[in-house]
T-cell receptor, first 113, second 113 residues
Framework: DAGVTQSPTHLIKTRGQQVTLRCSPKSGHDTVSWYQQALGQGPQFIFQYYEEEERQRGNFPDRFSGHQFPNYSSELNVNALLLGDSALYLC????????????FGSGTQLSVL | RKEVEQDPGPFNVPEGATVAFNCTYSNSASQSFFWYRQDCRKEPKLLMSVYSSGNEDGRFTAQLNRASQYISLLIRDSKLSDSATYLCVVNTGFRAGGFKTIFGAGTRLFVKA
């Protein structure tokens, strides 16, 4: 049973660039949530996708956007990167009808120089 | 005020000690509650759900007080392997669909031999 997979594991970008992170949910899961975790902080909710639509959004600017595909996989896009965007980006999947227990991928470490 | 607040850490305890973590949340409409564990440079993993009636899983006991908007986690007979960051998590569902999962900043636990 494949768990949540994320790619790439590490990424280095420069200010102003754009980045796309990818996530495949756990087999059988239909909901994907994205989180940003800065060093020493808890994960911060970015947004959640279900049925290919953004269902909920945290306090992140429009530079952060996403997409969910028919196979439930998801992408997180960040435009006009800032130094402060450097963080661990976590994807979590869940099954909507069975509550909100989250299963996380191992994350993408993004460094913006 | 943060939506989810946890005890500041770190907690340094000897093996065999009992340690308690506290957490408060601000949204009275929150519906489900969890404790997650996160090891250094790893993704968060679900430790246990939290119910008003209290629930126990081996050495771990979780409790929810909805009136006080307070969540607790008790670890008995601490092991070296319990060293990690413990994240308090609160979920709020929406009629429009989807849910928002808010994490506390986490409390770091060090168990020493």
């Amino acid at each position: 049973d494949a768990g949540v997979t994320q790619s790439p594991t590490h990424l280095i970008k420069t200010r102003g660039q754009q980045v796309t992170l990818r996530c495949s949910p756990k087999s059988g899961h239909d909901t994907v949530s994205w989180y940003q975790q800065a060093l020493g902080q808890g994960p911060q909710f970015i947004f959640q996708y279900y049925e290919e639509e953004e269902r909920q959004r945290g306090n992140f600017p429009d530079r952060f956007s996403g997409h969910q595909f028919p196979n439930y996989s998801s992408e997180l896009n960040v435009n006009a990167l800032l130094l402060g965007d450097s963080a661990l980006y976590l994807c979590a999947s869940s099954l909507r009808n069975l509550g909100e227990k989250l299963f996380f991928g191992s994350g993408t470490q993004l460094s913006v120089l | 005020r943060k939506e989810v607040e946890q005890d500041p850490g770190p907690f340094n305890v000897p093996e065999g000690a009992t340690v308690a973590f506290n957490c408060t949340y601000s949204n009275s409409a929150s519906q489900s509650f969890f404790w997650y564990r996160q090891d250094c440079r790893k993704e968060p993993k679900l430790l246990m759900s939290v119910y008003s009636s209290g629930n126990e899983d081996g050495r771990f006991t979780a409790q929810l007080n909805r009136a006080s908007q307070y969540i607790s986690l008790l670890i008995r007979d601490s092991k070296l392997s319990d060293s990690a960051t413990y994240l308090c998590v609160v979920n709020t569902g929406f009629r429009a669909g989807g849910f928002k999962t808010i994490f506390g900043a986490g409390t770091r636990l060090f168990v020493k031999a």
